[in-house]
C-alpha cells in the first residue's frame, strides 16, 4: 500500500482501498515492519492498558509529583463527579479527571504512554476512554481507534513536530487532542474524511498555545492543559458527528501549526523562559523546587 | 520528510515524566553498565547542562541508578532504585558540573569495576527518548544500543578494518555503520561497527586475535525507545 505523505493522501487511500484509518495504520505497519496483525494488537492491547492504568491510578487515591507542584486533583474530580452535583455532567468530567490522573501518574514517576509525548499523555487515554465507556465499545475497539489515532499522528510527524521545544504546546497537547477526536470519530461511525475534519478543528481551536512549563517540568500548566485538550476532543467529535465540517482543510490546518509554532519565540517553546513560568508565582515555584542558584 | 511508524507515535512506555531526562537517562545508565560488562562497585554520575540544572525534579537521578542497575526505561522500580543500589552496596555520587560543549542533556559516568578497573563513559539523551554514547575512556565511539555494536582498540597499522569486516563478512553479519576514530596518526585507533546481528562468541574471539588489537568491546543492544524488550 501507499505511504500517505498528507491528510489528503490519507483519505484518498483510504477511499480507493475501502478502508478505515485504522486499518491503513495497521496494513502500513505490517508492511513496513513485517509483523502480522497479531503481534500488533497485542502490542496495541498492553498500550492501552498502560494507558488505562495511568488514567485511573489518581482518581482512586491522591497521586503526586516528584517535586510536589501538582497532584490531587483527579481524585477531587473524581470525587465532585461521584457527588452529582457537575454542571457539565459524567463524561466531561470524568474525562477532565482521566487525563488529571495520567499525567500526576507521570509527575510522579509512574508508568505511561507518551502520545505522542510524555507531558500530553493524558489526553487521548482520557478523550478515547471516556467515550469508550459512554458508547458501551469494547477493548478490541478501541485498540482499533488507537490505530486510528496514530493514522492522524503519523501525518502529523512526518510533515510537522510533536516537540514544545520546537512547536509549542499545539504541537503536543494539540496532536494529541487532534488525533483523540479523529479517533473518536472512526470509533463513532464517521469517515476518515470526518476524522481529519475533526482534527483540523482541534489544531484551529488551539492554535499559538505556547509551551511555558514552570520550573521546566511537565507539570504547570500542563496537566490542566491535558484537561483541556480531552475535553476538546471530546467536543470537537460531536461537532463533528453532527456533521459540522472543518472550512480549512486538516493539511492546511496542520501547516499553520506548524508555521506558527517555528514562528514563536524561543521564550515560548519549552524553555521556561516565557508564559506562566516566568509570572513571580512561577518563579517562586521553581525556586521551590530547585533552590535559589538553578 | 521523516518516515514515522504507529508506536512512534503512540509510545514509548515509560516511567514518566520526560522522555529525555528519564526514559534517556535510563537507557544511558543501561548501556553503560553494558559497556562495562562487569559487576559495578561506584559510580559517580557527572551530570551537564539541563542534567545538572532539573535532575532532581525530572528523576534523572534515579533514572540513571536505574539504568546501572539494569532496568528499562518502563521498570517500575525505577522510582525507587536509588534505595535499591544502596541494598546493593553500590556506591553512587552525583556531581553537577559543566564538561564543555556538549548536548544539553548529557551525563560522564566515572565507573569503578570489581576488578578497580575505572570506565570513563560519557553520553548525551537526544530527545523522544534517544540517546548517543560518544565516548568511551577517552575514544570517540558513535554508539545509539539500538544495533548489537563491536568496539575496538588497536595499533593504527593498516588493514585492520579489512580484517574486521572480513570476518565479519564471513560470518553473514551486515554491517550498519562505522566509524573510525584516532588520537594521533600511528597511535591507537578506535573503530565502531553497529551491526545488524549479534556477534557470536567465537566472532569477537577472532576480532581479538587481529594483530595489534589491544581491546575489543561488545554490547549487545538495549532496545530502541521503541522496543525496549529486544
Redesign the interface.
Known amino acids: 500500500m501507499k505511504?500517505a505523505?498528507s491528510g489528503a493522501e490519507l483519505i484518498n487511500i483510504c477511499e480507493e482501498n475501502h478502508i478505515s484509518l485504522s486499518e491503513y495504520?495497521i496494513a502500513?505497519?505490517m508492511e513496513?515492519?513485517g509483523l502480522s496483525r497479531e503481534t500488533?494488537f497485542s502490542?496495541?492491547h498492553?498500550?492501552l492498558s498502560?494507558m488505562r492504568e495511568a488514567a485511573t491510578l489518581g482518581r482512586e487515591k491522591e497521586v503526586y509529583?516528584?517535586?510536589g507542584l501538582i497532584g490531587g486533583d483527579a481524585y477531587k474530580l473524581q470525587q465532585y463527579l461521584n457527588s452529582g452535583k457537575s454542571l457539565m455532567g459524567s463524561a466531561t468530567i470524568k474525562a477532565m479527571a482521566m487525563a488529571l490522573s495520567a499525567s500526576e501518574?507521570?509527575?510522579?514517576?509512574?508508568?505511561?504512554?507518551?502520545?505522542?509525548?510524555?507531558?500530553s499523555?493524558g489526553i487521548?487515554p482520557a478523550a478515547l476512554l471516556t467515550a469508550g465507556e459512554e458508547l458501551g465499545k469494547t477493548d478490541d475497539e478501541l485498540v482499533q481507534a488507537?490505530?486510528a489515532?496514530?493514522a492522524v499522528?503519523?501525518i502529523?510527524?512526518?510533515?510537522a513536530t510533536?516537540?514544545g521545544a520546537e512547536g509549542g504546546c499545539q504541537a503536543e497537547c494539540g496532536s494529541a487532542a487532534a488525533?483523540a477526536a479523529a479517533a473518536i470519530v472512526e470509533l463513532m461511525g464517521g469517515t476518515p474524511e470526518m476524522s481529519l475534519n475533526a482534527a483540523a478543528i482541534v489544531f484551529k481551536n488551539i492554535l499559538g498555545l505556547v509551551c511555558d512549563p514552570v520550573?521546566?517540568?511537565?507539570?504547570i500548566p500542563c496537566a490542566k492543559r491535558n484537561a483541556s485538550g480531552a475535553i476538546s476532543a471530546l467536543a470537537t467529535a460531536d461537532l463533528v458527528m453532527a456533521g459540522v465540517a472543518s472550512k480549512i482543510p486538516f493539511d492546511d490546518a496542520l501547516a499553520a501549526m506548524y508555521k506558527v509554532g517555528r514562528e514563536l519565540p524561543k521564550e515560548l517553546r519549552e524553555t521556561a523562559l516565557g508564559g506562566v513560568a516566568i509570572t513571580p508565582t512561577g518563579l517562586k515555584y521553581k525556586e521551590q523546587?530547585?533552590g535559589k542558584d538553578? | 520528510m521523516a518516515n514515522v511508524g504507529v508506536f512512534d507515535v503512540l509510545g514509548p512506555i515509560m516511567i514518566g515524566p520526560s522522555s529525555s531526562h528519564t526514559a534517556g537517562a535510563a537507557r544511558l545508565g543501561k548501556i553503560a553498565r553494558t559497556i562495562v560488562g562487569k559487576e559495578i562497585k561506584e559510580v559517580t554520575f557527572l551530570l551537564h547542562g539541563s542534567f545538572s540544572k532539573t535532575y532532581k525534579g525530572h528523576g534523572t537521578d534515579r533514572a540513571l541508578v536505574a539504568g546501572i542497575l539494569g532496568m528499562n526505561p518502563d521498570d517500575a522500580r525505577l522510582r525507587s532504585s536509588l534505595e535499591l543500589v544502596k541494598q546493593q552496596g553500590i556506591k553512587i555520587e552525583f556531581v553537577p558540573t559543566d564538561l564543555g560543549d556538549y548536548h544539553p542533556n548529557t551525563v560522564k559516568f566515572l565507573i569503578k569495576d570489581i576488578d578497580d578497573v575505572t570506565w570513563e563513559i560519557l553520553g548525551s539523551s537526544i530527545g523522544g527518548g534517544l540517546i548517543k554514547i560518544d565516548e568511551i575512556n577517552g575514544n570517540k565511539v558513535n554508539l545509539t544500543g539500538e544495533y548489537p555494536t563491536i568496539i575496538t582498540s588497536n595499533e593504527d597499522v593498516p588493514g585492520t578494518l579489512a580484517k574486521i569486516s572480513g570476518i565479519l563478512y564471513d560470518a553473514g553479519i551486515n554491517i550498519a555503520s562505522m566509524k573510525s576514530d584516532r588520537s594521533q596518526k600511528g597511535k591507537e585507533s578506535t573503530l565502531t561497527f553497529e551491526l545488524d546481528h549479534e556477534v557470536p562468541l567465537e566472532v569477537v574471539e577472532q576480532i581479538k586475535l587481529i594483530q595489534g588489537m589491544n581491546h575489543v568491546i561488545t554490547i549487545n543492544p538495549v532496545g530502541g525507545p521503541n522496543n525496549e524488550n529486544c
Open positions: 505511504i505523505k495504520a502500513r505497519e513496513s515492519k500488533l502490542y496495541m498492553s498500550t498502560v509529583s516528584l517535586s501518574v507521570n509527575g510522579s514517576m509512574g508508568k505511561i504512554v507518551a502520545c505522542p509525548t510524555a507531558g499523555c487521548l488507537l490505530f489515532s496514530s499522528g503519523m502529523i510527524g512526518m510533515n510533536f516537540a488525533m520550573a521546566g517540568l511537565v507539570e523546587v530547585f538553578a
